[in-house]
């Protein structure tokens, strides 16, 4: 692969430590956005809100708030998408990776497969937001002109 611009490298530390950052950018920015929207209607957070299936709904309001902040935090985590992965090719292996992480952890707190439809359209929305948004971020920076020549121009 000689001679390829930015040929890709296998570096499973590299990956690996891009997944727990991700990861780490998932859980973090959702915390806050719950404890955000939480505060602004004086509501106690909870782990439930992140990891309990059954708390996202259209027909409570701790459910449509904990459905608008995975929306936001899908946005959020597009953003860490650009700084952290910053390959557009690689955002929506990263993106479903976290959520299927995320899938893992809402099995293993409520003890039972997620089932409520709800959720899985919550996490499909999720999952297309931050992927392509993520990717139009990435897709963006990688396509900006390389600078060939630093010095300024002269008027010859």
């Excluded at 259209?58 to 449509?64: D, K, L, M, N």
């Excluded at 959020?76 to 690689?90: S, V």
């Amino acid at each position: 692969m000689a001679g390829q611009f930015r040929s890709y490298v296998w570096d499973p530390l590299l990956i690996l430590s891009q997944i727990v950052l991700m990861q780490t950018v998932y859980y973090g920015s959702l915390g806050l956005w719950l404890a955000l929207v939480d505060g602004l209607v004086r509501s106690s957070p909870s782990l439930d809100q992140m990891f309990d299936a059954e708390i996202l709904g259209f027909s409570t309001p701790p459910g449509r708030l904990s459905m608008m902040s995975f929306i936001l935090n899908a946005l959020t985590c597009a953003l860490g998408l650009l700084y952290f992965i910053r390959r557009g090719k690689q955002c929506l292996d990263f993106t479903v990776t976290v959520h299927f992480f995320h899938l893992l952890g809402c099995w293993f707190y409520s003890s039972r497969f997620p089932s409520a439809l709800t959720w899985w359209l919550v996490q499909a929305v999720c999952i297309a937001l931050m992927a392509v948004i993520g990717e139009y971020l990435c897709m963006r920076t990688e396509l900006k002109e390389i600078p060939l020549n630093s010095a300024p121009k002269s008027n010859v």
